[in-house]
């Protein structure tokens, strides 16, 4: 099981960067996804969710960066996206891409609960600084 993230970088704050995470061994459709993010000195937290293909593909994110950012799925290319614009240096983090097999609480505070997820990536940094 492999889950490899990518395109975090430095931008300046109102920039957009556009993160990618292609997984591999194990049936991507039935897995939940979701894009989490760690500040240091701050615990890790929640970013977007997507529900698995088999549960509708529902996304949920979290408050601060509704309206900004968009968590998508290409189940063909096994592949979670997470858009980012009208960045922050709020949201500079490691962000962190994850898979959850097990659907037990279909609702933001269930799929933004890191210790459901079975398989982490290995994080990707964002800076976001003027």
């Known amino acids: 099981v492999q889950l490899q993230a990518s395109g975090g970088g430095s931008v300046q704050p109102g920039g957009s960067l556009r993160l990618s995470c292609v997984a591999s061994g194990f049936n991507f459709n039935y897995y939940a996804l979701g894009w989490f993010r760690q500040a240091p000195g701050k615990e890790r937290e929640g970013v977007a969710c997507i529900s698995s293909t088999t549960a509708g593909g529902d996304t949920f994110y979290r408050d601060s960066v509704k309206g900004r950012f968009t968590i998508s799925r290409d189940n063909a290319k096994n592949t979670v996206y997470l858009q980012m614009y009208s960045l922050t240096p709020e949201d500079t983090a490691v962000y962190y891409c994850?898979?959850?097999?097990?659907?037990?609480?279909?609702?933001?505070?269930?799929?933004?609960?890191?210790?459901?997820?079975?398989?982490w990536g290995q994080g990707t940094q964002v800076t976001v600084s003027s």
């Open positions: 994850a898979a959850e097999r097990d659907e037990r609480d279909s609702s933001w505070s269930g799929y933004s609960d890191a210790y459901t997820y079975d398989y």
